[in-house]
């Protein structure tokens, strides 16, 4: 269901294994299909993942964002194959669809887990599951789409065995 490309630029830290992140992946696919059938059919995607540093973090976040200090995940989502009628025969011959980018960062991301006093499996899967989302399309600007993606986050948290994220015990 889902092709990872891996980019391990800063390693020192507890990374999560591929086999992790595809289980978190296939668990938010699935919620999204719950969702949204129609619009979340299933299909396989082709999604980087990139450990980086805080000086790596900084520059993409400062360039894409405008804020000067690194950030524990930044998504960079792809060109939308979905909305686009390739016939199945061209779909085969260009591959996989690129869903895109996120990058996150291993001292910010680590930090975080430690200040909240969760483990770092649990803080990994959560963002990783909050930049898929994004590669998506939601997003938590206004008050209601943060509502919603932080429903489904919780959603897919609580059905892989871990907390809610946004449980008041972590806020």
């Not at 949204?36 to 993409?60: K, M, P, W």
């Given at each position: 269901?889902f092709?990872?490309?891996?980019?391990?630029?800063?390693?020192?830290?507890?990374?999560?294994?591929?086999?992790?992140?595809?289980?978190?992946?296939?668990?938010?696919?699935a919620?999204?299909?719950?969702?949204?059938a129609?619009?979340?059919?299933?299909?396989?995607?082709a999604?980087?993942?990139?450990?980086v540093?805080?000086?790596?973090?900084?520059?993409?976040?400062?360039?894409?964002?405008?804020?000067?200090?690194?950030?524990?995940?930044?998504?960079?989502?792809?060109?939308?194959?979905?909305?686009?009628?390739?016939?199945?025969?061209?779909?085969?011959?260009?591959?996989?669809?690129?869903?895109?980018?996120?990058?996150?960062?291993?001292?910010v991301?680590?930090?975080?887990?430690e200040?909240?006093?969760?483990?770092?499996?649990a803080?990994?899967?959560?963002?990783?599951?909050?930049?898929?989302?994004?590669?998506?399309?939601?997003?938590?600007?206004?008050?209601?789409?943060?509502?919603?993606?932080?429903?489904?986050?919780?959603?897919?948290?609580?059905?892989?065995?871990?907390?809610?994220p946004?449980?008041?015990?972590?806020?």
């Amino acid at each position: 269901m889902f092709e990872l490309d891996l980019q391990i630029v800063y390693a020192d830290g507890h990374l999560p294994s591929e086999a992790d992140c595809l289980h978190w992946l296939m668990a938010a696919q699935a919620q999204l299909i719950d969702y949204d059938a129609t619009e979340f059919a299933a299909q396989n995607y082709a999604i980087s993942l990139r450990f980086v540093d805080a000086v790596e973090s900084q520059e993409l976040n400062h360039t894409y964002r405008g804020i000067a200090k690194p950030t524990n995940i930044l998504s960079f989502p792809a060109d939308d194959w979905g909305s686009v009628d390739i016939p199945a025969e061209l779909r085969v011959e260009l591959g996989t669809p690129h869903l895109g980018d996120l990058v996150f960062c291993v001292p910010v991301m680590l930090a975080e887990a430690e200040s909240m006093d969760i483990t770092p499996e649990a803080h990994w899967a959560h963002l990783l599951i909050h930049g898929y989302l994004h590669l998506h399309g939601f997003d938590h600007i206004e008050n209601d789409e943060a509502a919603l993606m932080e429903a489904l986050e919780s959603k897919i948290m609580l059905k892989l065995g871990l907390d809610d994220p946004y449980a008041e015990a972590f806020l």
